[in-house]
């Protein structure tokens, strides 16, 4: 496996469109394992394969329960519920920006095996889904966030004095990275 660069919000490649999948290959499969250990590494929720200069649609989310891995992922329906919470992105490291996400969706795609996969997510989870997909578009956070910001410094707090490491993140509640 392999650590990919992400590529950050300047690069051109992140605003195209991305290609759809024909066939899962040993090299998705490569791509899945290779995108996985690297929005591990970097402490993400979630990664799509334009990020890593790969214009497929492949996307991976792991809020904290399980890793979802999807190949050509279509929304296929959204709640008319919206909620506005605070995003971030692996590519928009030092920003955070306030999105409105459909609080759940029902999202359709193809898993590692060619098996069609159909996924029911709210909250977060929704949130992490609606964000990935977005990226496959070449639509980042950044564009629909009703108000952009610098992410503040976490290596200290400065009301805590208390020994914890800083690498003891994320905090419950911390923004979405992917
Ligand atoms: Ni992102």
Same mark, same amino acid.
């Given at each position: 496996m392999a650590i990919y660069q992400i590529l950050g919000?300047?690069?051109?490649?992140?605003?195209e469109k991305a290609r759809p999948v024909p066939k899962i290959t040993p090299n998705i499969i490569k791509l899945l394992d290779n995108m996985a250990e690297t929005m591990y590494a970097a402490k993400g929720v979630g990664l799509a394969a334009p990020q890593i200069g790969v214009p497929k649609r492949v996307i991976i989310v792991d809020v904290g329960e399980e890793l979802h891995e999807l190949i050509n992922p279509v929304i296929i329906s959204r709640s008319d519920e919206e909620e506005i919470d605070s995003e971030g992105c692996l590519s928009v490291p030092e920003k955070l920006g306030d999105v409105s996400r459909a609080t759940r969706i029902v999202i359709e795609g193809l898993n590692r095996a060619g098996e069609t996969a159909r996924l029911e997510a709210e909250g977060y989870l929704a949130r992490a889904f609606q964000h990935e997909t977005d990226h496959l578009e070449g639509i980042l956070f950044t564009d629909i966030a009703e108000s952009v910001y610098l992410r503040p #410094?976490?290596?200290?707090?400065?009301e805590d004095d208390t020994e914890?490491?800083?690498?003891?993140? #994320?905090?419950?509640?911390?923004s979405e990275k992917g």
């Open positions: 919000e300047n690069e051109p490649s992140l605003r #410094p976490k290596e200290y707090d400065a914890d490491e800083p690498e003891d993140e #994320p905090e419950p509640g911390e």
